[in-house]
T-cell receptor, first 117, second 115 residues
Framework: ETGVTQSPTHLIKTRGQQVTLRCSSQ?????VSWYQQALGQGPQFIFQ???????GRGNFPPRFSGLQFPNYSSELNVNALELDDSALYLC????????????????FGAGSRLTVL | AQSVTQLGSHVSVSEGALVLLRCNYSSSVPPYLFWYVQYPNQGLQLLLK??????LVKGINGFEAEFKKSETSFHLTKPSAHMSDAAEYFC?????????????FGTGTRLQVFP
């Protein structure tokens, strides 16, 4: 079984630009969550997607948005980038189906490191 | 509101020594508690989790943690450290079974292991 894959692994943007980060969930998983991990900090919950709809959101402004596709992959979009958006963005998938590997436990990808100049 | 406090941002031990990483939580509902490990340039890997039942939880790589409700603690231990244990460790709490994907993480503890 494949794990969670994210792309790109690294990217550099300038203030005011927009960025899209992509995530392929682990096989059999139907839920995707996104986390932001600033340098030296623990991850912070951005939002979760289930059945292609946002299903819970953390304390992040609306310029952070996302999508989930029918194949359960997901995108995180950030508009009007600010310097403080520089961070490692982690995608995690899980399943609400008992018996599926990783049911009700998050499986994380390696992250996309975003630098905003 | 839930929160997690990890005491000690850095812990150093000798190879073969006991590892103890401290975690205290605050939760208004019965919590689910987790420990994750993060190696350089990698995502987080689940070490162990507590949901309900037995308060002593065994995880991967010889780690275990004990849920102590009276102390609101969930400390991580390993009897004998190995060089490969050097990494960043995160304690996390969720709102019980309500949403196990929405985790509140601590700020992490970096474990160094000396030969």
């Amino acid at each position: 079984e494949t794990g969670v894959t994210q792309s790109p692994t690294h990217l550099i943007k300038t203030r005011g630009q927009q960025v899209t980060l992509r995530c392929s969930s682990q096989s059999g998983h139907n839920t995707v969550s996104w986390y932001q991990q600033a340098l030296g900090q623990g991850p912070q919950f951005i939002f979760q997607y289930y059945r292609e709809e946002e299903n819970g959101r953390g304390n992040f402004p609306p310029r952070f948005s996302g999508l989930q596709f029918p194949n359960y992959s997901s995108e995180l979009n950030v508009n009007a980038l600010e310097l403080d958006d520089s961070a490692l963005y982690l995608c995690a998938s899980s399943s609400d189906r008992e018996g599926v590997s990783g049911a009700n436990v998050l499986t994380f990808g390696a992250g996309s490191r975003l630098t905003v100049l | 509101a839930q929160s997690v406090t990890q005491l000690g941002s850095h812990v150093s031990v000798s190879e073969g020594a006991l590892v103890l990483l401290r975690c205290n939580y605050s939760s208004s509902v019965p919590p689910y508690l987790f420990w994750y490990v993060q190696y350089p340039n990698q995502g987080l890997q689940l070490l162990l989790k507590y949901t309900t039942g037995a308060t002593l939880v065994k995880g991967i790589n010889g780690f275990e943690a004990e849920f102590k409700k009276s102390e609101t603690s969930f400390h991580l231990t390993k009897p004998s450290a190995h060089m490969s244990d050097a990494a960043e460790y995160f304690c996390a709490v969720s709102e019980g079974s309500y949403n196990t994907d929405k985790l509140i993480f601590g700020t992490g503890t970096r474990l160094q292991v000396f030969p």
